[in-house]
Antibody, heavy 117, light 106 residues
Framework: EVKLQQSGDELVRPGASVKISCKASGYTFTSYSMHWVKQRPGQGLEWIGAIIPIIDTTEYNQKFKGKATLTADKSSNTANMELSRLTSEDSAVYYC??????????WGQGVMVTVSS | DTVLTQSPALAVSPGERVTISCRASESVSTLMHWYQQKPGQQPKLLIYKASNLASGVPARFSGSGSGTDFTFTIDPVEADDIATYYCHQSWNSPLTFGSGTKLEIK
């Protein structure tokens, strides 16, 4: 069974950074790209970017360049996203999603990041 | 960026047919997909590549279209279909989503 297990919710101070993880199981981690999607409260979905674990190549939505950094740890089948210089605009739920043949076929449960002093 | 414009919130009665539209600002070929999101849950793939039913999804759900105009249909609607439905294109970068159509049951 394919599963994407994300790390727990985070409360962080403005200006700080946060790293959230997405542990994959039930499939060959290096065979699929992993994407990240942002959803602000009551809002729609925004694509942040993607990583191809087998070659460690990343692609970012221009809007999130400098904000998000995507990495992958092949030894633990875990994709990570670090968000830097956090502001209230970064308060959102962040999902990881496996990209299979052009579609997001499996999603993590989401991580809520709250930026507050 | 490719802007996806969805029809606004809809309210239908159980047993009825509902159609949600999604118009792209530029061609996305047939790389349009539809997701269902219920409150507090992650999105769930329903339709991929415009008209293909995802695994395990009931045949009540269907999709059609190509280029810039796409439709998503539920027939018949059931009470459990209360959710927000998003279209999503993966033809152009950056990948984009529609603003969502909230389906309410009368």
């Amino acid at each position: 069974e394919v599963k994407l297990q994300q790390s727990g919710d985070e409360l962080v101070r403005p200006g700080a950074s946060v790293k959230i993880s997405c542990k994959a199981s039930g499939y060959t981690f290096t065979s699929y790209s992993m994407h990240w999607v942002k959803q602000r409260p009551g809002q729609g979905l925004e694509w942040i970017g993607a990583i191809i674990p087998i070659i460690d190549t990343t692609e970012y939505n221009q809007k999130f360049k400098g904000k998000a950094t995507l990495t992958a740890d092949k030894s633990s089948n875990t994709a990570n996203m670090e968000l830097s210089r956090l502001t209230s605009e970064d308060s959102a739920v962040y999902y990881c999603a496996r990209h299979g043949t052009g579609i997001f076929d499996y999603w993590g449960q989401g991580v809520m990041v709250t930026v507050s002093s | 960026d490719t802007v996806l414009t969805q029809s606004p919130a809809l309210a239908v009665s159980p047993g009825e047919r509902v159609t949600i539209s999604c118009r792209a600002s530029e061609s996305v070929s047939t790389l349009m997909h539809w997701y269902q999101q219920k409150p507090g849950q992650q999105p769930k793939l329903l339709i991929y590549k415009a008209s293909n039913l995802a695994s395990g999804v009931p045949a009540r759900f269907s999709g059609s279209g190509s280029g810039t105009d796409f439709t998503f249909t539920i027939d018949p609607v059931e009470a459990d279909d209360i959710a927000t439905y998003y279209c999503h294109q993966s033809w152009n970068s950056p990948l984009t989503f529609g603003s969502g159509t909230k389906l309410e049951i009368k």
